[in-house]
């Protein structure tokens, strides 16, 4: 049996801490929980999260109607009913505007992988989406390429939505990249961020696929994808207007780069031109190389 005024209580609780963190300035974002087949809990609009009362949830079907309280629903709820249709495995989706993360959606700077462990684990790729004028089912549409893959995404010029089996789940991913974008900030203003390594990244992503957390990655699909590039949503970018402006690219991780400079390096110490290279710069070849060198080193 489904506790509908348990799962309200949540939802105002999940409202005051996003509140709280500054996340939702105003009336900002809205909170969705899946209670039944044809039922969502929804908050209302035009309403702070920070001061919410189980008696302001409202109901709605999956078509966005609003079946039963006293005030109007959210005006996006149907990015969120776009969400559990594409994923029934999510009960609960979480909007809102954290503004680490959301600098991020303005500069549609794609978020740097392999530089925090907690973050490769509980996160992996986070996804930009294209803009789109919130409310409508073309917006709700925007997360459809990237919501089978990551459990948060980001909204272009607009905030985060985040979802999970219950809201309190659904929230942490949003809180937990939001500390990330503002580590990445800080650290860059100290001068540069430092990447992982390969074998310390393939250890990550071995740990999180040994804890049951999902990640392309560890698929077949995936193997030989450059491990901390972006690679699992780079083909989206050119459509959303995203591009690596504020951060450098990590060092190559794949197969087929791992082998290139393997190559090179063995090329350049026989004094013979490296081959497999051609689409690398020289600054980034020697780059590669010496970073493969120092990895040898450690080995």
């Known amino acids: 049996m489904v506790n509908a005024h348990k799962i309200k209580l949540d939802i105002c609780d999940i409202g005051r801490r996003i509140y709280n963190k500054g996340f939702a300035a105003?009336?900002?974002?809205?909170?969705?929980?899946?209670?039944?087949?044809?039922?969502v809990l929804c908050t209302p609009t035009m309403h702070s999260k920070g001061f919410l009362k189980p008696d302001d949830i409202c109901t709605v079907d999956m078509t966005g109607k609003q079946i039963a309280g006293r005030k109007k629903r959210s005006s996006e709820a149907l990015l969120h009913l776009e969400i559990y249709r594409q994923r029934p495995d999510v009960k609960s989706v979480v909007h809102c505007h954290p503004p680490y993360a959301t600098a991020f959606a303005v500069a549609r700077e794609p978020i740097p992988q392999c530089v925090l462990p907690e973050v490769e684990v509980f996160l992996g790729d986070v996804p930009i989406t294209k803009y789109e004028t919130p409310g409508g089912q073309a917006f709700a549409d925007t997360i459809i390429p990237f919501v089978k893959k990551s459990n948060v995404v980001i909204l272009a010029n607009h905030g985060t939505v985040s979802f999970g089996e219950d809201v309190e789940r659904a929230y942490w991913w949003t809180e937990i990249l939001d500390a990330y974008c503002r580590i990445l900030m800080l650290s860059r203003q100290l001068g540069r961020v430092n990447y992982f390594s390969e074998k310390e990244e393939r250890e990550l992503l071995a740990l999180k696929d040994k804890w049951g957390f999902a990640d392309p990655r560890n698929t077949d699909e995936y193997k030989n994808c450059d491990i901390c590039?972006?690679?699992?949503?780079?083909?989206?970018?050119?459509?959303?207007?995203?591009?690596?402006?504020?951060?450098?690219?990590?060092?190559?991780?794949?197969p087929a780069a791992t082998q290139a400079v393997q190559a090179a390096v063995s090329q350049a110490v026989a004094g013979q031109p490296a081959s497999g290279t051609s689409g690398m710069d020289?600054?980034?070849?020697?780059?590669?190389?010496?970073?493969?060198?120092?990895a040898q080193l450690k080995s």
Do not use: C, H, Y
């Open 282 to 294: 020289m600054e980034q070849l020697v780059k590669l190389i010496t970073d493969q060198v120092m």
């Open 26 to 39: 105003a009336n900002d974002g809205n909170i969705t929980v899946r209670i039944g087949d044809n039922e």
């Open 229 to 254: 590039a972006n690679d699992i949503f780079r083909d989206s970018w050119a459509a959303s207007g995203v591009q690596r402006n504020a951060f450098p690219d990590p060092p190559a991780m794949s």
